[in-house]
């Protein structure tokens, strides 16, 4: 291919025989990511394409190995502060857009995108503005879809436009509003892409494709052939149901009802990116594209400045730092993990042995006290299997493969060369440090051992330990396969290579991993024992046990606090609770309601007695009972705003305690770790950031007021008076 004078620094141009090939190249990034640099390449070459004749058709792909175009750079999306800035920022990458439409649709010169590996956000937006899209088979890494939605905001470039006139009003919804990602098989099939092909031919495909198409007229978002896919589709009754609907006002209206109706009951009203969504979408198919594409700027605009989109892409980056924190001032390697032995079977233990084999990729020997202990083990990671399978994320020879990492046994064999011990047993110390003693006992000096405990120190397991500089704390939560969390604690003695080593282990288990110090309790477990308390002090004063959930869903947590205390099981936090309050005092204690419940045998789900009634697993509504044996007759309710300042104030004063006391290393850690491991609202991006978003001084009043009135539990953690004293703020 012959080169051109174009000076591009983040793409490659060439022209063979009337077809332009642009390869984007974001420089010194491993991801192709979209800003002001990289859009002035692309307006570039269009304008090439545009201004001269002898250029027939253009292919755009990448040349990254496995990723097309991963949308708008988050960094800068994060530095607009004003709405009217994003308005000609985004404006003008709606504008190239269009001018690509336009190359194919006006101009007669076909656009073709190649497509591998991520074609996220912007990346999909580019490629819809194509004539045609070209896709790799590779079903691993290829994918498509418009995630903004994730960080609180939405498409900006078109998307709300393009998208549903190429799949369907419904499709092109479900897609934007969840925010989930398609493969190369289920875009073919939904019209998404045009043709899918191997990777290693992709580009000469286009190519192809783009010459056959020299002279063929298109039309916008028809590429095609169809405004709702592909024909083969329009046979099945599910697509004539939707066609039904959106080719007529009345089911239009019926279907944006029904979409708002699900998103509303899924996010609360909480999040105020999908109302926007819906908003422009709909202002799309009513009033025609034009007014559509307006509409979306506006929203655009409004969004990326909100403080919920500010939160959520905080969250984003924060997580997306600590892949690439080893936890160690140090910042040393890891040792090499190629085997991990579990001690515990049971639904963490098998968990963990299912994150190793499903996502690590590492053997693991998992120990439990029979056979039928093991054998449930066992199954538990071939149901993991199983479901990839049916997902088709695993082929069924893929699976059977994995399911050769993982066995089990009911002695200490298979141990010996084990490179990390993860034990998952009861919460009990004695059996925590026998289990240690009996692992030391059979196993390397460099074996690394870890323990999966929610609450006690990581220290009190370690006394007496040959090796406590290779003992430490892996707190995984329930269920493992889906919680995305792991917290890594780590003791004074513990050694930087130790904790390397489990960090890299956790993130090849897929997780977010956040490194705290030891102490009772850790971070997050710490955080929600004062939380969880309040909810038995607010019930002794007579708020409704529905009131109380209710109150904290609507300020964003997916369950509420009573139903989370029937889920892990009330023994289960009676036992934690007095763990928690022998370390820390009476500002820890529960109310004497819990040990009562607890002394009637109530655990909540798992026996099917609880806070509520259950039948069959299933929850059927509050139990009345429970007011008789707390001897209490619940009153008028204290009001919502009530009940959540006095339970989300704990989390934001013991998270302050936390880093005042060393616990945390830094406030992102904390942010990260309430979010990702106990379900606080993510548009809240943290109790840091949301105790700066209140502002310091504000939150010490409140914190001041309640203990006036409600005692020394309440009293604000040292830190945040100094804070608040000085003027700044944690997260700045």
């Not at 985004?90 to 006006?106: A, C, P």
């Not at 080719?247 to 990116?273: C, D, H, Q, V, W």
């Not at 282990?505 to 939380?531: A, E, W």
């Amino acid at each position: 291919m012959a080169g051109t004078d174009l000076e591009l620094s983040h793409a490659g141009f060439t022209v063979d025989d009337g077809v332009a090939l642009l390869l984007l190249d974001r420089a010194g990034e491993q991801l192709n990511t979209l800003n002001p640099e990289v859009a002035g390449d692309i307006a570039a070459v269009v304008g090439e394409v545009e201004r001269d004749p002898s250029i027939k058709a253009l292919v755009i792909g990448s040349a990254k190995t496995d990723n097309f175009l991963a949308g708008a750079d988050i960094r800068w999306l994060r530095s607009f502060d004003e709405p009217a800035r994003v308005t000609e920022a985004i404006g003008s990458g709606q504008r190239l857009l269009s001018r690509i439409e336009r190359l194919h649709t006006v101009m007669g010169k076909p656009v073709v995108a190649a497509i591998h590996g991520a074609c996220l956000g912007g990346g999909l937006e580019l490629a819809m503005a194509c004539g045609m899209r070209v896709a790799s088979n590779d079903e691993g890494r290829t994918q498509l879809g418009q995630p903004e939605v994730q960080i609180g905001l939405m498409p900006g470039g078109g998307g709300t436009q393009r998208l549903p006139r190429l799949v369907g009003i419904a499709a092109g919804l479900d897609l934007i509003l969840t925010g989930r990602s398609v493969r190369p098989r289920t875009a073919l099939k939904m019209g998404l892409v045009d043709e899918i092909c191997p990777k290693e031919v992709l580009v000469d495909v286009a190519v192809a494709r783009a010459r056959e198409a020299i002279g063929r007229p298109t039309t916008a978002g028809d590429a095609s052939g169809s405004t709702f896919g592909r024909i083969t589709g329009w046979l099945s009754p599910k697509h004539l149901q939707e066609l039904a609907l959106e080719e007529n006002p009345i089911g239009r209206r019926l279907l944006f009802s029904k979409a708002e109706e699900r998103m509303l009951a899924a996010t609360g009203g909480n999040y105020p990116a999908p109302p926007a969504i819906l908003r422009a979408v709909k202002t799309g198919v009513e009033q025609g594209p034009e007014a559509g594409y307006a509409a979306e700027l506006a929203e655009f605009a409004a969004l990326v400045v909100s403080p919920e989109a500010k939160a959520l892409i905080g969250v984003f980056l924060d997580s997306q730092a600590l892949k690439h924190d080893t936890g160690t001032a140090t910042q040393v390697s890891g040792r090499p993990v190629t085997k991990v032995g579990v001690v515990g079977g049971g639904l963490m233990g098998g968990g963990i042995a299912s994150v190793n084999t499903l996502h690590a990729g590492v053997r693991t020997r998992v120990r439990e006290v029979d056979a039928a202990a093991v054998g449930r083990a066992l199954a538990h990671v071939r149901r993991g299997l199983d479901e990839r399978v049916s997902r088709r994320r695993l082929s069924s020879r893929e699976a059977v493969k994995a399911m050769q990492l993982v066995t089990g046994s009911v002695d200490w064999i298979g141990f010996e060369d084990a490179d990390v011990v993860l034990e998952a047993v009861f919460e009990d110390l004695a059996l925590k440090r026998s289990v240690l003693a009996e692992v030391e006992a059979v196993t390397g000096e460099d074996t690394v051992f870890a323990s999966n405990t929610s609450s006690i120190p990581i220290g009190a397991i370690a006394e007496g330990a040959a090796r406590p500089h290779n003992v430490i704390g892996m707190h995984y939560f329930s269920p493992v396969e889906k919680m995305p969390l792991l917290e890594v604690v780590v003791t004074p003695t513990t050694a930087d290579e130790v904790t390397a080593t489990c960090v890299d282990l956790g993130r090849r288990q897929g997780k977010t991993v956040i490194v705290v110090n030891d102490g009772t309790g850790f971070y997050t477990t710490r955080i929600l024992g004062p939380y969880m308390n309040e909810v038995g002090h607010l019930l002794t004063e007579g708020a409704r046990i529905e009131d109380i959930d209710q109150a904290m869903t609507r300020w964003g947590f997916p369950v509420g606090p009573v139903t989370l205390a029937d889920e892990v099981g009330l023994d289960v936090g009676a036992k934690i609770g007095r763990i928690m309050e022998k370390a820390y005092g009476s500002r820890m204690a529960a109310s004497d309601g819990f040990a009562r419940l607890v002394g009637d045998d109530r655990k909540g789900r798992k026996n099917g007695r609880g806070f509520y009634r259950y039948e069959d697993g299933e929850r059927k509504g509050v139990d009345p009972s429970v007011y008789d044996l707390l001897g209490i007759t619940p009153g008028p309710s204290p009001g919502t705003d009530r009940i959540q300042e006095r339970l989300y104030l704990h989390l934001l004063n013991e998270a302050a305690r936390c880093l005042e006391e060393g616990i945390l290393r830094r406030p992102a850690d904390g942010d990260i770790g309430a979010v990702f491991g106990l379900g606080y609202p993510p548009f809240r991006g943290g109790p840091f950031v949301t105790i700066d978003r209140i502002g310091p001084a504000q939150v010490v009043d409140r914190l001041d007021a309640l203990a006036d009135t409600h005692g020394e539990r309440y009293t604000p953690a040292d830190i945040l008076r100094q804070v608040a004293a000085d003027g700044t703020s944690f997260r700045g």
